[in-house]
Every structure is written in C-alpha cells, then in structure tokens.
C-alpha cells in the first residue's frame, strides 16, 4: 500500500525541504511520537548535535523559510537525523552531498556510511568519492546501465567510470592549487 512504502522509504534529496520552525520540529517530522532522547540521538548520528546545541536556543532554533537560517551541509545533516529518527528499511540519498564544501560533505559521508550499515540503500551521485565504499555501483550513460560492480571492479574495467573517477581526481588536484 502507498501507506507502507512511506514507512519503509527514507529519502534525503538533494534540496532538503524544511520547515519555517524549529530543529525540533523538522527532525521530530520523521517520528512524530518521537521522545527528546531520540531527536538528539539522531542529530547526534548525524553529525549535528553539536552544532545545534551550540546555538542560543538550541533545538528551539527556528530555521526561517526552507531553512533558510543554515547553511546547505547543516540543513543536509537535519534532514539526514530526519531519516536516521524514522529507521526505514530502504533509504534513498538523491545528490545528497552534491553542493557542499569538502569538509560538510566528509561530514555527511561519515553520517551516511552509520547510516547505510543496517539498512538498503540507494546512492545517487554524480561526484564518486560518495559512493566508492559501495557494494555495487552501477554506471548509467543516456539512461542506460553500462558498468556495473564495486569501485575497484569499475577502475580495473577502465571503462567509463575509471575515466570519470580520473576526471574527477584531477580536478580535485587543481583545486587544491
């Protein structure tokens, strides 16, 4: 029933929808029975108690319009203890580190990793340094499946995924520059 695939699937787009209210609110939308304990577990999981507790009304802190008031990785990382609250079976990450600085997204990638270990997940990445601790990485050119394996299958092919990863790997050394 649409009833049971809403509680069997968690999603964290790549534009995280929140709230015009408080921390609280959009963490406890996930589990609306939710005790306070299990909020701050959650947001702890995911790499955002800290920084909640560090604000002047901590988890009473409004977030403005969308969220407004936090910068993309500390609103990816409400919407990433919003999934972690509700414990689905399958969890769905669409672009979920896509516009973040490095140190956001090593953030998020730890919060992910925790996550993804007792659940089925589904990664969907353009930047591969997000998925390459996957079990199986399946490359799709035109919408079409090309490669498919681990990342160090898909290096070895030296198909389509290699030449992206080294793409991506030079332009993280200039970067760097």
């Avoid at 002047?56 to 407004?68: K, N």
Wanted: glycine share 6%; no cysteine; aromatic share 4%.
């Amino acid at each position: 029933t649409q009833t049971s695939l809403r509680d069997n699937i968690g999603i964290v787009p790549q534009d995280t929808v929140l709230f015009n209210y408080t921390i609280e609110h959009n963490i406890r939308y996930a589990k609306l029975d939710a005790s306070d304990e299990e909020i701050q577990q959650a947001a702890k999981n995911a790499n955002i108690h800290d920084f909640i507790s560090s604000l002047p009304d901590g988890y009473q802190t409004v977030v403005g319009e969308r969220g407004l008031k936090l910068s993309g990785g500390e609103k990816q990382r409400i919407a990433i203890a919003r999934v972690i609250l509700k414990n689905p079976r399958i969890l769905v990450f669409d672009e979920a580190t896509s516009s973040l600085d490095s140190h956001s997204e090593q953030l998020i990638l730890e919060s992910l990793k925790a996550v993804a270990e007792k659940h089925t997940t589904l990664v969907i990445a353009h930047r591969l340094s997000t998925i390459i601790d996957a079990d199986n990485i399946i490359v799709l050119d035109k919408g079409k499946v090309v490669e498919q394996g681990s990342h160090q299958q898909l290096l070895e092919e030296e198909g389509l995924y290699s030449h992206l990863w080294q793409l991506q790997q030079e332009e993280e050394k200039q970067m760097e520059v």
